[in-house]
């Protein structure tokens, strides 16, 4: 059994970098189960940048799972930009799941934009003014309806997406002082409470690439700054290491990822 899927988040559309990745995306029907989009699909939120999002990643033939990040709530527009995206087919995720049936078994993904904390030992606190209280619930909040969504999932490959990190070590690059505005340990958590194949997220656009939770579940920043390339591709499945990836780079040059 192996799963295929694409991923990639953080490519910022609007209408001057329109038709930036379809020329590679186009290359995917056949080759992938799935495309993950990890958040910030937009640059500022507006309806009309999501229009674009819906031009670049719709009709592809190939289902497409997004969450939100925060660019993607800027404007404030949230419903406009979840309704362009959903009328081109993408399906956007926050705090539920869905379950595609692919030819090498059921993929189950569960989503959530999530928040950031910070993390184990360097993490904020629900203590003291109702703006940290509130700060925190929302991080809590947020990780509590992933693992609710991850576990109420039947499928024979499970992956998590979010926009924020579940895990310190792909923030690796990013400067110390922000790592509690990239992620949070409860997000971590949250994926493992469940049988979780693959983590993936963005967000951080000067981390790194690989990272693993406390649980042992790996995990993986596809924000494009980070992997330099339309998407990268996940190989899933019982006999295959679940870390084993190959890239397709912006122009459709193959890129091995070792």
């Known amino acids: 059994m192996v799963i295929r899927i694409a991923a990639v988040g953080d490519v910022h559309l609007d209408e001057d970098v329109l038709g930036r990745f379809r020329p590679a995306l ?32 719709g009709g592809l033939g190939v289902p497409v799972i997004a969450v939100l990040g925060n660019h993607d709530h800027q404007c404030d527009q949230v419903p406009q930009v979840v309704g362009a995206l959903e009328e081109a087919g993408i399906t956007v995720l926050e705090g539920d799941g869905v379950v595609l049936d692919c030819p090498g078994g059921r993929l189950g993904v569960a989503g959530v934009k999530g928040f950031g904390g910070g993390f184990a030992g360097r993490c904020a606190s629900d203590f003291g003014e109702p703006e940290m209280k509130a700060f925190v619930r929302t991080t809590t909040e947020s990780a509590d309806r992933l693992s609710e969504a991850l576990r109420s999932l039947d499928c024979d490959v499970l992956v998590a997406l979010t926009h924020y990190a579940p895990v310190p ?32 997220h963005g967000h951080a656009h000067h981390g790194s690439e690989r990272g693993t939770t406390p649980g042992g579940v790996r995990v993986r920043n596809v924000a494009h700054p980070v992997i330099k390339q339309a998407y990268s591709i996940f ?12 890239g397709v780079a912006v122009g459709g040059i193959q890129q091995p990822w070792s």
């Open 235 to 246: 190989h899933l499945g019982d006999h295959l290491d679940q870390g084993e990836v190959s």
């Open 169 to 200: 070590d792909t923030l690796a690059g990013e400067p110390l002082e922000i790592y509690p505005f990239l992620g949070c340990y409860q997000l971590g958590q949250a994926i493992d409470s469940a049988p979780t194949a693959l983590a993936l």
């Open 26 to 57: 186009e290359e995917l029907p056949g080759s992938v189960d799935a495309v993950l989009l990890a958040g910030d699909l937009t640059r500022h939120g507006t309806e009309a940048e999501a229009r674009c999002v819906a031009r670049e990643f």
